[in-house]
């Protein structure tokens, strides 16, 4: 790989110097990529840590359990796009609040059935 500093080498050199890796030495690459993301989330605020750690593992059982990398990556693709998807509308409402076109906030329970529940018998 690359010993240039972080600053003097690009976005593209780090690419093509992992992709090598990757292909020379699966472990090597493997065993930096681990390393790289748990440096990531431990040097994370540490009210999001917990969150990140969530998504790893969820990103690493998708990884696992796929019949290639490409199934992965378009499982995770759409894992990233819903998310984007549910803070676009997010947004939206924020900013309907905001304009006041959005006025009633409280959650929609028109799906929710209520189950009555009986007190004990003692």
Do not use: Y
């Not at 990140?52 to 359990?65: A, N, T, V």
Request: net charge negative; with cysteine; hydrophobic share 35%.
């Amino acid at each position: 790989m690359n010993s240039g500093s972080g600053d003097t080498t690009s976005f593209q050199d780090k690419t093509n110097d992992w992709a090598q890796l990757a292909q020379q030495d699966p472990e090597a690459f493997e065993t930096m990529r681990t390393e790289l993301l748990q440096n990531f989330i431990q040097n994370s605020s540490a009210n999001v840590q917990k969150k990140l750690e969530g998504m790893q593992w969820k990103i690493e059982h998708i990884r696992r359990r796929a019949n290639t990398p490409a199934e992965a990556l378009a499982e995770i693709s759409n894992m990233m796009w819903q998310s984007t998807q549910q803070l676009g509308v997010k947004q939206q409402d924020l900013l309907d609040i905001c304009t006041g076109q959005k006025v009633d906030t409280a959650p929609s329970h028109e799906n929710a059935q209520i189950l009555p529940f009986k007190p004990r018998a003692n």
